[in-house]
Structures are given as structure tokens and as C-alpha cells.
């Protein structure tokens, strides 16, 4: 028995993306009962030239719907990045669970070997869809998901490591 | 064809670390261009109640090694938390990438359906194999390299996202 790719990409992302909108919700609350404005979030970096926290929410959602539609072999759905708001960053985590929740097992079979070709600003890159997904995917997913946590925890939201690990997943979110 | 629990663990914790590796060699630069005592870096946090950078390296490395043991059926490797350099945290990434070398794709043959029983400080949790890995050690693994990753950049350190991604493991380090 080995690893299933729907397993490995559709109920990871999920699981994580749920993670984060519970994130989200809790820099929200924090906003409102600090009175602060959340565009101070919204535009956070942890260095001048990092990119800020909505587009670290737009790249992980990117990389999830991106990583599952091509493994599945269907079209990746078009966002346009344009949220202003907390409550728009939420839309597009919801808007991308549920185009996750559109996936079957059966469209991942013989995902590991599908040929994937991913067109960069300035190279174009060839993997088969297992390592596509574990050298790829999967660090671009976590690492954008954890740098926007990163940057809700250094601006002093109360979360925890258990909010990124379950806070949204856990709770049926 | 599935993808495999070796590749899905192995594999991608030995890049993960490798990278790590090269991230903090242009750590170690950085500190000794600019004469940046390390350990301004080795005790930096994003928020005080965070856990410092050489703790963020050292679960990481905990994370890998548990995860890759515990599905390949084998003892976990010890190791003491006793590092105070960039050299001691490298020795330890290469103790980790040594041990996930001595780790054979026949070890993680039913890996994915494995009992793994994991004792928390304040819990016990169970898993499957799969369910382990894609919803307990990825997300930590991935967790504690970004971490330690945004440390260095958000302290000035010239990475990008591509150190990340491939920095060690694409130069055959």
C-alpha cells in the first residue's frame, strides 16, 4: 500500500488551507478587539522586499489549486488577485476548498506519473507528478502558509502552533 | 501507480535539509562580511514567546528524523539539543541527511498503513502511516525550515525563495 496523490495533495491542502482560514479568523477578531486596522496585517512583510501577507495567501492558494488541478488533469480555476480584506483573503481560501472539494480519487489515478510541465516567468520546468508534488507543491504550499502565519505571530495575534497544525481542520471548518 | 511513502518522506526531507544547509552557509557569510556575531541570530525570534532559531533547526531535524524512522520501522536517532553555532546546527542537519541515507525504499513498503503512535507532552496521538506524514510531519517539517528560513531573511540575510526551494539539493550538496 503507498501513498495515494489525492490523499497527498487534495486532503493535505484542504486540511492546511482550513488551518489557515482559522488563522485568518483569529488576526480578524484581534484587529477588532485591538482596534487596529487590518490593512496593517494586510500589507505586513517580514522584509522590505518580501512579498506581504495577501499575496502569501494568494501564492498558497495558487500553489493548491494549481498542484491539484494539474495532477488531476483538469483546469486550474482562474483567481484574480484582487483582495482588499481579510474577509476577501477568506473568500479565496473558501473559493479554492471548494474547488478541491470538486476532485475525485479516481482523477489522480496515475497522477504520480503524469507528465507536468510548469511554465515559470523565466524557465520552464518538467517533472513527473510525484516529484512535481513533494519537490515542488508541497514546499511552495507550506511555505507560503506558514510565512503568513509567520507574519500574523510576529505582529502579536495570540495563535499557535496548534492553530497552523489543526485550528480549522479539527473543527470540522 | 501510488506515490511512494520513501519519496514522499525520504526524498523530500533529505532536499528540504539540504537546503536548509545552504540557507544557513549564507547565513554564516552574511554574519562574517558584515562581523554579525551568529549568535544574534542563532537566539532570534519573531515574537518573544517564539521559539528561538537554533530551536527551529533542531525540531525540524527532529520532525525529519522521527517521521522517516518511525515509518521505516526503525529506532529514532538521539541526538542531545546542545547546539550553539551555525557549525554544531550543520553537523546536525548532516547527522540527520546521514541518517535518512542509511534508509531503504523496502523499509517503507506498507508504511502507509502503518500504526504510528505518537507521545505528546500533554497527549497521545494515533495515526495511519499516510494520515501520519501528510497531516502530522509535513506540516511540521515544512513548518520549522520556513520558520527558520524567515528568521534569517527577515534579519537581513540576502536568501530568496528559490535557497529555499533548491539551494542545497539542486548543487548535488
Avoid at 500553489?63 to 484582487?82: H, M, Q, S, T, W
Avoid at 510565512?147 to 470540522?172: C, F, M, N, P, W
Amino acid at each position: 500500500m503507498s501513498l495515494s496523490m489525492y490523499t497527498a495533495t487534495v486532503t493535505s491542502y484542504r486540511s492546511m488551507l482550513k488551518n489557515l482560514s482559522a488563522v485568518i479568523a483569529k488576526a480578524e477578531a484581534h484587529c477588532e478587539a485591538k482596534k487596529i486596522d487590518p490593512a496593517a496585517f494586510l500589507a505586513s512583510r517580514l522584509y522590505p522586499d518580501m512579498l506581504p501577507f495577501t499575496s502569501q495567501v494568494q501564492i498558497a492558494t495558487d500553489n493548491a489549486k494549481g498542484a491539484a488541478a494539474r495532477l488531476a488533469g483538469v483546469e486550474i480555476p482562474k483567481f484574480e488577485d484582487n483582495e482588499k480584506s481579510f474577509p476577501e483573503l477568506q473568500a479565496r481560501l473558501d473559493k479554492t476548498i471548494a474547488f478541491l472539494d470538486t476532485l475525485t480519487e479516481a482523477q489522480f489515478e496515475g497522477a504520480a506519473g503524469r507528465d507536468i510541465v510548469l511554465q515559470l516567468r523565466d524557465r520552464k520546468m518538467e517533472f513527473k507528478g510525484d516529484v512535481y508534488l513533494t519537490q515542488w507543491a508541497n514546499p511552495n504550499v507550506y511555505f507560503h502558509i506558514t510565512t503568513a502565519y509567520a507574519l500574523l505571530r510576529h505582529g502579536g495575534v495570540e495563535i499557535g502552533k496548534k492553530d497552523y497544525l489543526s485550528g480549522g481542520a479539527s473543527q470540522g471548518k
